[in-house]
């Protein structure tokens, strides 16, 4: 009888363990992505998400002001400078009011007109600048709503 006992306590201690095993399953599924640039130009943004998902501009109460939305970009051209100008003026709206956007890209402000943000000194090893969106504030206070806007950037490789 003793042996009986000690064979179940056994076969119980040795056992258990593994069904509980059996029982805990765990799978992660995610999808993966790259771009790869091309080595002699690119202009792309340091965290993709920024040209992925929508952007918030904080409104502040202390200010009663919209803060700047600012990101970097690595940038690169080894046959001459970047020139960059905007698609379309840069605005947002809900609809009735409208909040022009200032866009700076390496301190350089944008317009519709192309104009040098890269020299060719700069963009031939390649490196790393920054986008400024400003809202410009008028005499006015902001009217209360919900406001929405896209900023189309056009960039171009400048031969010298």
């Known amino acids: 009888m003793f042996k009986t006992l000690l064979h179940s306590l056994i076969f119980t201690t040795l056992a258990l363990p593994s069904l509980a095993a059996w029982g805990a399953v765990e799978r992660e599924t995610f999808?993966?992505?790259?771009?790869?640039?091309?080595?002699e130009f690119h202009v792309l943004p340091v965290d993709p998400q920024l040209v992925e998902r929508e952007q918030p501009m904080l409104f502040s109460t202390l200010t009663s002001g919209?803060?700047?939305l600012r990101a970097n970009y690595e940038v690169k051209n080894i046959n001459g400078a970047i020139g960059a100008r905007l698609g379309e003026e840069a605005f947002l709206s809900n609809g009735r009011e409208r909040i022009d956007l200032q866009v700076r890209f390496n301190n350089v402000q944008l317009t519709l007109d192309s104009a040098q943000v890269v020299s060719a000194v700069e963009a031939r090893p390649g490196r790393r600048v920054g986008l400024e969106i400003i809202a410009v504030k008028t005499a006015?206070?902001?009217a209360p709503g919900d406001?929405?806007?896209?900023?189309?950037m056009v960039f171009d490789a400048i031969a010298p």
């Open 66 to 68: 919209l803060l700047p």
């Open 140 to 142: 006015e206070e902001y």
């Open 147 to 152: 406001y929405f806007g896209t900023v189309h």
């Open 31 to 39: 999808e993966l992505f790259v771009t790869i640039p091309t080595t």
